[in-house]
């Protein structure tokens, strides 16, 4: 078990005391914190030799040949049945690993997009010209999608699931 593993087992538990205390969960900041590390793991043990970028940092991880890699964790929306992954800047990294959080954070799965497949993400509704952000929506029922790419991209996630292959230095 690396360190990454540990801390998220440590972090995994702590949100079990917290709500069985009654004390507010900070989910939004944990859920990143948690994929990082989950993927700091992974890596690790593909032995990738990771080097971990907190705080602000363009990139979250990044690899013994330089390839950037970032990480997003999903936020489940309940209402609306679908895991949301915002703000991705594709011009900042090489691979993207998202990661979606099942049974709150009992239960990981990781998607992986390659260089090449980065850009077949779905864009964000521009706000501005040059606004090169995505996003993905991931949906329980892929066919409740309102736009058209968001429903093709979600029909075909499961060719990332664990492809963890599609890495290279």
Do not use: C
């Amino acid at each position: 078990m690396t360190v990454y593993a540990e801390a998220a087992q440590r972090l995994r538990d702590l949100t079990t005391f917290l709500q069985a205390e009654g004390i507010r969960v900070p989910r939004t900041e944990w859920t990143g914190i948690l994929g990082e590390w989950l993927v700091m793991d992974r890596l690790i043990e593909r032995e990738y030799d990771p080097a971990y970028h907190s705080g602000q940092h363009p990139y979250d991880i990044e690899l013994r040949g330089g390839t950037r890699v970032e990480v997003k964790s999903g936020r489940y929306d309940s209402e609306k049945s679908v895991w949301r992954f915002d703000n991705i800047k594709p011009d900042r990294f090489d691979i993207l690993v998202l990661v979606k959080f099942e049974n709150g954070f009992d239960q990981e799965v990781f998607y992986i997009f390659n260089e090449d497949e980065k850009r077949s993400l779905p864009p964000r509704r521009k706000t501005k010209p040059n606004d090169q952000r995505r996003l993905v929506r991931l949906r329980e029922d892929p066919t409740r999608h309102r736009r058209g790419d968001m429903q093709t991209f979600d029909e075909k996630i499961a060719q990332h699931r664990g492809a963890w292959g599609k890495i290279s230095e």
